[in-house]
T-cell receptor
Framework: AQTVTQSQPEMSVQEAETVTLSCTYD???????LFWYKQPPSRQMILVIR??????QNATENRFSVNFQKAAKSFSLKISDSQLGDAAMYFC???????????????FGKGTHLIIQP | DAGVIQSPRHEVTEMGQEVTLRCKPI?????LFWYRQTMMRGLELLIY????????DSGMPEDRFSAKMPNASFSTLKIQPSEPRDSAVYFC?????????FGPGTRLTVL
C-alpha cells in the first residue's frame, strides 16, 4: 500500500519570506500523480499544484513550486513571498494511474499547519 | 462553473439515527469519491465510483455505511445507525482525469 509522510506538523514563516514543506511517499509504482492541497479554516480543499511522475520538470504555479525527486520519493512544496492568505493546512497527496484508465482515490499525508507571521 | 455541491453543510443527529449525505459532482466528471476527515485518522478514502459504478469500497468502515450513485449527477452516503465515532467532516470529490475537485464538506456530529 502507498503511504505519504509529512514530517512537519507545523511550520512558521515571516510574511514575504520563503518556506518549504516536506513530503515523502512510498510506492512500487512507476507512474503516478502527486498533489499539494491547501485547507484554510473554511475547510475547503483547494488544489495548489500537481506533478506527474513521468515529467522530470518540476511543476510551478505562480509563487508555488515543487522539488520532485523521484528516486528519493520526495515531493516538497516551496512557497515564495509568503502572504497572510497562505496560512492553512497543507496536504500532500498521491494517486496511482489506474490500469483500466479510470481514476483512483487519493492517499493523503497528515498535513502541515503553516503559520504566516506578519 | 458550479463546483462540487454537498448537502447538508452541517448535520447534528443523535446516536442510532439514519444520516444521509448528498453530493452533486461537477458536470462532465466521470469519477466520484467520498472521503472522511478526522483529527485522529486524517483524510481517508471511503469509496469511489467510476462511471457510476462502485470500484473500491474497502475504505468503508463498517456495514453501517453505504453509498450509491444512481446517475452521473448524484451520489449519497448513508450511515445507519449512526454512532458518535462517526462524527467527522465528510468530503465528496469528483474528477475527469488526474485532478480531484472537492466539495465544501459536511460536518457531521453524532451525539
Amino acid at each position: 500500500a502507498q503511504t505519504v509522510t509529512q514530517s512537519q506538523p507545523e511550520m512558521s514563516v515571516q510574511e514575504a519570506e520563503t518556506v518549504t514543506l516536506s513530503c515523502t511517499y512510498d510506492t512500487s509504482e512507476s507512474d503516478y500523480y502527486l498533489f499539494w492541497y491547501k485547507q484554510p479554516p473554511s475547510r475547503q480543499m483547494i488544489l495548489v499544484i500537481r506533478q506527474e511522475a513521468y515529467k522530470q520538470q518540476n511543476a510551478t504555479e505562480n509563487r508555488f513550486s515543487v522539488n520532485f525527486q523521484k528516486a528519493a520519493k520526495s515531493f516538497s512544496l516551496k512557497i515564495s513571498d509568503s502572504q497572510l492568505g497562505d496560512a492553512a493546512m497543507y496536504f500532500c497527496a498521491y494517486r496511482t494511474l489506474n490500469s483500466g484508465g479510470g481514476a483512483d482515490g487519493l492517499t493523503f499525508g497528515k498535513g502541515t499547519h503553516l503559520i504566516i507571521q506578519p | 462553473d458550479a463546483g462540487v455541491i454537498q448537502s447538508p453543510r452541517h448535520e447534528v443527529t443523535e446516536m442510532g439515527q439514519e444520516v444521509t449525505l448528498r453530493c452533486k459532482p461537477i458536470s462532465g466528471h466521470n469519477s466520484l469519491f467520498w472521503y472522511r476527515q478526522t483529527m485522529m485518522r486524517g483524510l481517508e478514502l471511503l469509496i469511489y465510483f467510476n462511471n457510476n459504478v462502485p470500484i473500491d469500497d474497502s475504505g468503508m468502515p463498517e456495514d453501517r455505511f453505504s453509498a450509491k450513485m444512481p446517475n452521473a449527477s448524484f451520489s449519497t452516503l448513508k450511515i445507519q445507525p449512526s454512532e458518535p465515532r462517526d462524527s467527522a467532516v465528510y468530503f465528496c470529490a469528483s474528477s475527469l482525469r488526474a485532478t480531484q475537485y472537492f466539495g465544501p464538506g459536511t460536518r457531521l456530529t453524532v451525539l
